[in-house]
């Protein structure tokens, strides 16, 4: 498919190689919101959803972040319906080890057998022969964790993951996992207004892994009439999640904010806070604000 547009506002985002070999425009497309109510089943508009999906790359999106879990397989398929055959340069990161019995609920399984049928499904599903990054979506606390990525380690020897994240976990978690296997990128719940993970970013920052954050746009009593945002929005005629995501991409360079939307018109507005450029001082009000 063609992506020769005028403008594509998410090369203004910069870029980040992931494994130092992969490189991705750093504002990227989380594909979770394409599935039904719950994370759970078809979208209302699966129209919509391959719209969204090839919008975003025309918009310049070369990173794209969904998981077997999100439908299940849902999203994973539709992400196929709408880019296969992929362009050389889009990078597609897939994540196992959560199962799913019903909306909202997710169970952690890690079992070795487990995540190498869901990477097999995975590829199937993908229409791919190898997945460029592949993600332990949650650490199964029942399975040691040399069995959950050693088995994701073997799969890349295999050839069938070119890179291994892991998502949610602390920095004495993160660095047991680069003591089993490569780790190049790390997904974590961080945004502007909860910055718990701050000590697992600083890490990511100075091993140069990737730090992913989910849940990117939310502003929570920032965004509020007369709060500290309302200033910088009209300044930049931005919205609070456009702002919240400018702060992200400023914040740290191996940031690459991945927010979803299942509607065009978010998915635009989103990925234009990539040329919003925060001055030190309004970097420094966001940052205290919260």
């Known amino acids: 498919m063609s992506t020769d547009v005028e403008s594509r506002p998410a090369d203004a985002s910069g870029t980040f190689a992931l494994g130092g070999d992969l490189p991705v425009n750093r504002l990227g497309y989380g594909a979770m919101q394409l599935t039904g109510d719950g994370v759970w089943g078809d979208p209302r508009d699966p129209d919509e959803a391959v719209r969204v999906l090839r919008r975003a790359v025309e918009l310049g999106v070369n990173f794209i972040d969904t998981a077997d879990s999100y439908g299940p397989f849902v999203s994973e398929q539709l992400i196929r319906k709408a880019l ?16 799913r019995s019903g909306p909202g609920d997710w ?7 487990y995540l ?11 229409g791919v022969d190898r997945i460029d ?14 069995d959950q990525l050693g088995e994701l380690a073997l799969l890349r ?5 070119r890179h291994i994240g892991v998502s949610q976990v602390s920095v004495a978690q993160l660095q047991e996992a680069r003591e089993i ?24 920052e100075a091993e140069n892994i990737a730090f992913i954050p989910w849940f990117p746009i939310a502003t929570g009593e920032l965004a509020r009439p007369g709060g500290p945002l309302d200033a910088i929005s009209a300044e930049h005629g931005a919205s609070p999640a456009q702002l919240a995501l400018a702060w992200l991409l400023r914040r740290s360079p191996v940031v690459l904010p991945i927010p979803g939307t299942s509607t ?9 806070a ?17």
Do not use: C, M
């Open 133 to 146: 990054l592949y993600q332990l979506h949650r650490i199964d606390p029942k399975v040691p964790l040399a």
């Open 157 to 161: 020897e295999e050839g069938k993951i």
């Open 84 to 99: 296969h055959p992929y362009a050389d340069n889009l990078v597609i990161a897939t994540k196992g080890g959560l199962t």
């Open 116 to 126: 190498r049928q869901q990477t097999e499904l995975s590829l199937r599903h993908l």
């Open 274 to 290: 990539a040329e919003i450029t925060l001055s030190d001082s309004e970097f420094e009000t966001l940052s205290n604000a919260a």
């Open 264 to 272: 065009v018109a978010h998915v635009e507005e989103n990925i234009a």
């Open 107 to 113: 169970r952690p399984v890690g079992r070795p057998e």
């Open 181 to 204: 296997a490569p780790i190049v990128s790390v997904q974590n719940l961080y945004n502007l207004a909860n910055r718990a993970d701050e000590e697992v970013l600083a890490y990511a």
